[in-house]
């Protein structure tokens, strides 16, 4: 089946423990994407990556990091989580030139004390 | 960078009437935008897309318009069922060079049976 996976689903945390997201799409998409989405703020991209190795700031990148090794799988790091970053993450893909429907995971709601 | 503004953020209509939300954005560059649906704690899910060559575009119940000259797009939903009842959110993006996406704050939108 086709999809995108998100881990952990739900993640409750304390202030400055690191931590990691993982995203993972088995659709052999070029394109990922990280969004996180706030009551009344819609959808803001943290982070994308048109391939691999090729990573780019979204709108809202400040206390993020990603890395993309390999094409599937595309984590999102919280190097010292803060409050203000509790929110819901999505994970997103497509592919690059054919068609550019987002595929998006399942949501991690993250919650930092 | 790219604003894409939303309106109205709420619309509430009854069975069989029919429903517009309209989108603003700001960067002529812009070539693709996007209209998701997102239901009550799911994940968006994309409901139909037009590119900037293309006017107007149809799918059963739903369109989308889109005027380059203004830069704006609507989505209208005519014939409104009870489970149209969910958040949309539009997007604007360069696709074609660029992976930023830029989505509107969302509108949520009841259907009264």
């Known amino acids: 089946e086709a999809q995108v996976t998100q881990n952990p689903r739900y993640l409750i945390t304390v202030t400055g423990k690191k931590l990691t997201v993982t995203c993972s799409q088995n659709m052999n998409h070029e394109y990922m994407s990280w969004y996180r989405q706030d009551p009344g703020l819609g959808l803001r991209q943290i982070y994308y990556?048109?391939?691999?190795?090729?990573?780019d700031k979204g709108d809202v990148p400040e206390g993020y990091k990603v890395s993309r090794k390999e094409k599937r799988n595309f984590p999102l790091i919280l190097e010292s989580p803060s409050p203000n970053q509790t929110s819901l993450y999505f994970c997103?893909?497509?592919?690059?030139?054919?068609?550019?429907?987002?595929?998006f995971g399942p949501g991690t709601r993250l919650t930092v004390t | 960078g790219e604003n894409v503004e939303q309106h109205p953020s709420t619309l509430s209509v009854q069975e069989g009437d029919s429903a517009v939300i309209k989108c603003t954005y700001s960067d002529s560059a812009s070539n693709y935008f996007p209209w998701y649906k997102q239901e009550l704690g799911k994940r968006p899910q994309l409901i139909i897309d037009?590119?900037?060559?293309?006017g107007e575009k149809k799918d059963q119940r739903i369109a989308v318009t889109l005027n380059k000259t203004a830069k704006h797009f609507s989505l209208h939903i005519t014939e409104t069922q009870p489970e149209d009842s969910a958040v949309y959110f539009c997007?604007?993006?360069?696709?074609?060079?660029?992976?930023?996406?830029?989505f509107g704050d969302g509108t949520t939108l009841t259907v009264k049976p």
């Open positions: 997007a604007a993006s360069r696709r074609t060079n660029a992976g930023k996406s830029t």
């Open positions: 037009i590119r900037s060559n293309v």
């Open positions: 997103a893909s497509s592919l690059v030139g054919l068609s550019y429907e987002q595929y």
């Open positions: 990556s048109m391939n691999v190795e090729v990573t």
